[in-house]
């Protein structure tokens, strides 16, 4: 499996919404928690990593002008502030964890198309 040492900050914004929503959607307040339990180092408040996350950082990765999650689409906007991974999204994931040839059909028809 990588480690935090080994991937980019998108890449670890794409693992925390991949472990803890494979199939279902989430928030981005959601997805800041869970980027800051996996990576508190790389999403922690400056100063404060171990006690508070920091939203604007995650924001940036799924948000921002130059985002290459939204660049490569591996996440989809259902709403405002609601997300999914998409097809491109999961194959990625695996292919970081090493296991790109275990994707599943059954994940691809739960997940709507972007």
Known sequence: MANANTISKSEMVLL???SKWLES????EELVIACWEKYPDSFGLQGYSDK????NVVYRHIMGKNSI???QRWL???????YALTPAGINHALKILGRDG????TV???????
Do not use: G, W
């Open 108 to 114: 691809h028809h739960r997940i709507d198309r972007y």
């Open 25 to 28: 959607e989430f928030t981005a």
């Open 76 to 82: 989809s906007q259902k709403s405002q502030k609601r």
């Open 52 to 55: 508070f996350p920091d939203a």
């Open 102 to 105: 275990q994707k599943t059909d």
């Open 69 to 71: 999650v939204k660049k």
């Open 16 to 18: 925390a919404a991949y």
